[in-house]
């Protein structure tokens, strides 16, 4: 799913962000609203050279009007979700709201990167961020092709591309390694899907210096790799 802001400029984005559901049918127990929102702040402060993140729980929005003047009022930028059905049970909610926040991770994660390619526009000239989407769509690519068993040829030109970005990055700074990915990702399965998407986002942790969250990632990567290698 592609971030684009509902409200707010992507080039210059406040640190100040609404990540927002539409609700597609009434709920017995959220009876009338239409939104379910949460708001999260990235601190201009930094942590052991970590960015810090606040997100704060969902409140129930009664329609998108309101949101959007709540935006406005307070210079917010909005994300948009998906259209979710709420949960009917109350105890089945926290579990559904944690499921949606990792579903549209990616999207916070672009947002994250947006700010800090704001905040550090030096950083940003070496097209980190670039490089790194250009590999995840590479990579998603490489996976259409294993799964509708598409051109052999078409995979080698793509893998050489992962090679020569894997070589780009690490130019760039530490942590980028596709070698084990690209021997492994023609082979069939999700458990590789899942392992594509791991390397995503632990690219962006990276990026982002949330080496503990990266350090996580690369466990379960290197889990999966072992079971596909032996």
């Not at 996976?143 to 780009?168: A, C, N, W």
């Not at 690209?182 to 632990?202: A, F, N, S």
């Not at 990026?207 to 290698?229: D, G, P, T, V, W």
Request: hydrophobic share 40%.
């Amino acid at each position: 799913m592609t971030m684009k802001l509902e409200f707010g400029d992507i080039n210059n984005p406040t640190g100040n962000a609404i990540i927002y559901w539409r609700i597609k049918k009434k709920s017995k127990i959220f009876k009338n609203a239409k939104i379910l929102a949460s708001n999260f702040v990235i601190s201009a402060l930094q942590m052991k050279d970590e960015t810090l993140v606040v997100n704060f729980p969902p409140v129930l929005v009664d329609s998108y009007e309101d949101l959007l003047g709540i935006a406005e009022s307070n210079n917010i930028d909005i994300i948009k979700g998906e259209d979710v059905d709420l949960p009917d049970d109350i105890e089945d909610f926290n579990d559904f709201y944690k499921g949606q926040i990792e579903q549209h991770n990616d999207l916070i994660q672009d947002y994250l990167v947006a700010y800090k390619e704001k905040k550090n526009p030096a950083e940003s000239e070496k097209t980190v961020p670039h490089l790194i989407n250009l590999a995840s769509e590479t990579m998603d690519s490489v996976r259409k092709l294993v799964r509708i068993r598409g051109s052999h040829d078409v995979i080698r030109i793509k893998l050489k591309l992962l090679e020569d970005l894997h070589d780009d990055l690490n130019e760039k700074m530490a942590g980028y390694d596709l070698k084990n990915i690209i021997h492994l990702i023609e082979k069939p399965g999700t458990e590789v899907d899942r392992l594509v998407d791991l390397y995503k986002r632990k690219f962006y942790a990276v990026f982002l210096e949330n080496y503990e969250q990266a350090n996580r990632l690369k466990a379960e990567i290197h889990r999966i790799e072992r079971k596909l290698i032996f």
